[in-house]
């Protein structure tokens, strides 16, 4: 499992393992397979089912040949953006890409820090547009990234809107092979592609939701 218990010691951890050892994990995000029944509403996108922040809106990148490029969840403190990969069956993937984004991001002259978060390593950086904060969960066969970007003002709160969705995102690998690092197919509701078609043909950007 590559799943990281949060806010439980080591004690106490055992304990429920001995109690329910086959119990799905209490903690997101889950894989398909894992995913608990609950009364959680989550936005249903193909590959992540994730949960709308009350007061969020969605917005939309369309790549100009036609696929998605990405789904953001505009709040009023900021903007989310969960995405998934696949990844080797091993993990350790977040490793990788965390090292990577941080070159990058000092390149592009942001100050850029990690910090130890509930799944472990994050990346907290200043740039001049944004305060970032980059969160990647190692699971089976899929890297789950989430993003929470804003004024550094409403960092914090925008980083505990990120943390809540992370926490209720479930994700739908598939079963097919994948090179690793391939963006998992985002696929859109019905009515939301729609909505996007009616604004490209009256000209209208990528917008939101």
Same mark, same amino acid.
């Given at each position: 499992?590559?799943?990281?218990?949060?806010?439980?010691?080591?004690?106490?951890?055992?304990?429920?393992?001995?109690?329910?050892?086959? #119990?799905?994990? %209490?903690?997101?995000?889950?894989?398909?397979?894992?995913?608990?029944?609950?009364?959680?509403?989550? =936005?249903? =996108?193909?590959?992540?089912?994730?949960?709308?922040?009350?007061?969020?809106?969605?917005?939309?990148?369309?790549?100009?040949?036609?696929?998605?490029?990405?789904?953001?969840?505009?709040?009023?403190?900021?903007?989310?953006?969960?995405?998934?990969?696949?990844?080797?069956?091993?993990?350790?993937?977040?490793?990788?890409?965390?090292?990577?984004?941080?070159? #990058?991001?000092?390149?592009?002259?942001?100050?850029?820090?990690?910090?130890?978060?509930?799944?472990?390593?994050?990346?907290?950086?200043?740039?001049?547009?944004?305060?970032?904060?980059?969160?990647?969960?190692?699971?089976?066969?899929?890297?789950?990234?989430?993003? %929470?970007?804003?004024?550094? @003002?409403?960092?914090?709160?925008?980083?505990?809107?990120?943390?809540?969705? =992370?926490?209720?995102?479930?994700?739908?690998?598939?079963?097919?092979?994948?090179?690793?690092?391939?963006?998992?197919?985002? @696929? =859109?509701? @019905?009515?939301?592609?729609?909505?996007?078609?009616?604004? #490209?043909? %009256?000209?209208?950007?990528?917008?939101?939701?």
């Amino acid at each position: 499992m590559f799943r990281r218990g949060r806010g439980k010691s080591k004690r106490d951890a055992a304990d429920e393992q001995r109690e329910a050892p086959e #119990q799905i994990p %209490s903690q997101g995000p889950y894989d398909e397979d894992e995913a608990p029944s609950s009364e959680v509403e989550r =936005l249903d =996108l193909g590959s992540v089912r994730v949960p709308v922040p009350e007061g969020g809106q969605l917005q939309v990148e369309v790549d100009p040949s036609g696929p998605v490029r990405a789904v953001h969840l505009v709040t009023p403190v900021g903007r989310l953006t969960v995405s998934a990969f696949a990844a080797p069956r091993s993990g350790g993937l977040w490793q990788d890409v965390s090292n990577e984004l941080a070159d #990058q991001l000092r390149k592009d002259g942001a100050r850029v820090h990690t910090e130890q978060g509930d799944w472990g390593l994050e990346l907290v950086a200043d740039s001049p547009k944004a305060a970032l904060r980059f969160v990647g969960v190692d699971g089976p066969r899929w890297l789950l990234r989430g993003v %929470s970007a804003g004024p550094a @003002e409403t960092s914090k709160e925008c980083a505990r809107l990120l943390y809540g969705v =992370l926490d209720d995102t479930v994700v739908v690998r598939g079963s097919e092979p994948m090179p690793v690092r391939t963006p998992l197919p985002i @696929e =859109l509701p @019905e009515a939301i592609l729609r909505h996007i078609q009616q604004a #490209q043909q %009256s000209e209208t950007p990528n917008g939101q939701v």
